[in-house]
């Protein structure tokens, strides 16, 4: 029972407020309340100015795109605009590890072609061979369920679309 009371004189000497003659809480947090942090807070209200978002919607996906007949002539072109007299003997094996030069590449393909590789695809892009396959690949504007629809089907196969 003596120690008991020894912790209380101690608590009380500390201002730790254990049970008998407590202390009120908020000593222990600087002795104000919210509402004296309110109004301060108030006083010193400076108004935000409304900015734009910093973000910008990326363009949608482009869906449909068939590759123009020479588009081996325009990304030779390309290559050899961006790369110069650094050139190797095949073009299509020139390598885009330097990520500048692939950027300018794939920038001003899509810019001219209409049609830009995706994120998801950028790091397969190690060559202008593999830049050269994505821009000869046609990209239809299709689900599966339209191309089945558009199909000729046997006679006990209908699609019927909810409108």
């Not at 009371?5 to 003659?21: A, E, S, T, Y």
């Not at 049609?115 to 790091?123: M, R, Y």
Request: charged letters at 25%; one cysteine or more.
């Amino acid at each position: 029972m003596a120690a008991a009371m020894g912790l209380l004189v101690i608590g009380r000497r500390l201002g730790l407020g254990l049970g008998m003659g407590r202390t009120p809480r908020r000593a222990l947090w600087g002795g104000h309340s919210r509402k004296e942090e309110k109004e301060v807070g108030e006083d010193n209200v400076i108004p935000q100015e409304k900015k734009e978002p910093s973000l910008i919607c990326p363009p949608p996906r482009s869906r449909k795109y068939f590759p123009p007949e020479d588009i081996q002539s325009i990304l030779e072109a390309r290559v050899k605009e961006i790369c110069g007299p650094s050139l190797a003997g095949n073009w299509q094996q020139t390598s885009l590890k330097d990520n500048r030069l692939k950027y300018q590449l794939l920038a001003q393909l899509a810019e001219e072609l209409g049609h830009a590789v995706p994120n998801s695809q950028l790091h397969l892009m190690c060559s202008a061979q593999d830049v050269l396959t994505f821009y000869s690949t046609p990209v239809k504007d299709m689900s599966k369920f339209d191309e089945l629809c558009a199909a000729e089907l046997p006679p006990n196969l209908k699609i019927a679309w909810e409108r």
